[in-house]
């Protein structure tokens, strides 16, 4: 059983850069008939809100992703109790006494000597008696992870193989000084307990994973295979700040996109996939492999989201729409039709409906007006069809000797009050004879 997890921290609302891997897991999911786990990372107790939580759940809803299973960190600490115990009594977890301060002062001093500045495992070589004396004086250890130092090597099933030497690196701080928990071994014992067989992430993940690999192994669990996506930038290059809330999923879904347009932004963007108007998560998920993810940059055109959303409502068929038009207090394939092709956003219909339905501010300039009375006084009797607008322009050529813009357009401005719109020869059998006179005053 395949078996991914997204694992945001609720920290705030999720924007596109984050739908990115939670729209890749949740692909991946279904192309291969697995399960997909909402792990909400929220062991930061002054920072992670429940509100934020659910808000992610909401914003993932929206998207189209149903999880398999939500679990929350902050309700699975004795996992972690059990997983630090282990570690603590293979000797992999030792405690380190040093303040951020002592810390910082000896990575500068090794970038003088031109050292890599990585801890120098000086609290190893603490004695008990040292222990008890610092202990004494107040301090309460951190517990970091002794790394193997040696290479690590992986198959990214994105980026290929990989090598990650533990050598050069820190060994990572897994438990504070408050007992609590930084992100690492939660991660890693969460993965273990769930069974995940895959994690598919940002690259920026990519250092991470040499660590983690020696942590599953030093727990004795399965080590699932990777895949490091790129990631979703702005135009200019930037990484998108859940903080500052740029292009927030909330606020894209109020500003009127569609779910799929942002779902196919987030995920086709920085891929050899087009960027189409697809109808439906599955439909990309049997498309997107692997391999089609770029080693290069992904960056977000929102011009680009404007273009497809636009698309993808002047494509949709009228069953798919009926629902929401009614909410909207409309109905009617044919306004559907006639309509579709002006959208930029779906509630946009609201307006474009007045066309049909009024009021309609009429403008007919002053040397059109003459014109006008004519047209009004050639008007076609009911019944209407497809033919009408010929026939009624055929007759205004004869009579007035006017044609192409001069003669269409003081009728389109007449009729609509506007210079864009959809086709005249649609519109006019659902506006009515009756609705065209008053607008021909």
């Known amino acids: 059983m395949t078996i991914v997890r997204y694992a945001p921290s609720p920290t705030g609302r999720i924007h596109l850069g984050n739908a990115r891997p939670a729209l890749l897991n949740w692909f991946f999911a279904r192309a291969h008939g697995g399960q997909y786990v909402l792990r909400m990372d ?43 115990a282990k570690l603590k009594a293979s000797g992999r977890l030792y405690p380190a006494y040093e303040t951020e301060g002592e810390l910082d002062r000896r990575r500068k001093r090794a970038r003088a000597l031109g050292k890599p500045p ?45 090598t990650v030497n533990t050598a050069s690196m820190s060994d990572p701080v897994l438990v504070r000084g408050d007992g609590s928990y930084l992100y690492t071994l939660p991660s890693v014992v969460d993965d273990i307990d769930l069974a995940i067989t895959h994690v598919i992430r940002g690259e920026d993940h990519v250092s991470n994973t040499g660590t983690q690999i020696e942590i599953f192994e030093a727990l004795g669990g399965a080590v699932p295979q990777f895949a490091h996506h790129n990631l979703l930038t702005d135009a200019e290059g930037q990484g998108f700040s859940k903080r500052l809330g740029s292009l927030s999923i909330s606020d894209l879904r109020d500003q009127g996109y569609e779910a799929i347009a942002v779902a196919i932004m987030a995920t086709l963007t920085g891929t050899a996939l087009p960027i189409e108007a697809y109808t439906s998560l599955d439909e990309i998920a049997q498309k997107l492999a692997f391999s089609a993810i770029s080693h290069g940059p992904a960056r977000f055109d929102p011009a680009e989201l404007d273009s497809l959303n636009a698309r993808i409502l002047h494509a949709m068929s009228y069953e798919t729409a009926r629902p929401r038009l009614a909410k909207l207090g409309l109905e009617g394939e044919d306004l559907w039709l006639l309509l579709r092709n002006n959208l930029a956003k779906f509630d946009d219909v609201a307006e474009w409906a007045k066309l049909i339905t009024g009021p309609v501010a009429s403008v007919i300039a002053d040397e059109d007006r003459e014109f006008i009375a004519i047209a009004r006084d050639l008007l076609p009797a009911e019944p209407w069809s497809l033919d009408t607008w010929a026939q009624w322009t055929d007759a205004l050529k004869t009579a007035t000797g006017r044609k192409g813009k001069t003669l269409f357009l003081p009728l389109r401005m007449a009729l609509t009050g506007r210079h864009d719109g959809p086709e005249l020869k649609s519109l006019l059998p659902l506006v009515g004879r009756k609705a065209c006179l008053d607008r021909l005053l």
Request: hydrophobic share 40%; net charge negative.
């Open 42 to 84: 929220d062991t930061d107790l002054a920072r992670s809100t429940r509100e934020s939580a659910d808000g992610i759940e909401l914003d993932l809803a929206w998207l189209g992703i149903t999880p398999s299973m939500l679990v929350r960190q902050s309700e699975r600490t004795a996992l972690y109790d059990a997983a630090v």
């Open 118 to 162: 990585i801890y120098d495992r000086a609290a190893l070589n603490l004695t008990d008696a040292d222990r008890a004396k610092l202990e004494a004086e107040g301090r309460k250890p951190h517990w970091r992870f002794r790394l193997d130092g040696k290479p690590v090597q992986f198959d990214d099933l994105i980026k290929g193989p990989q």
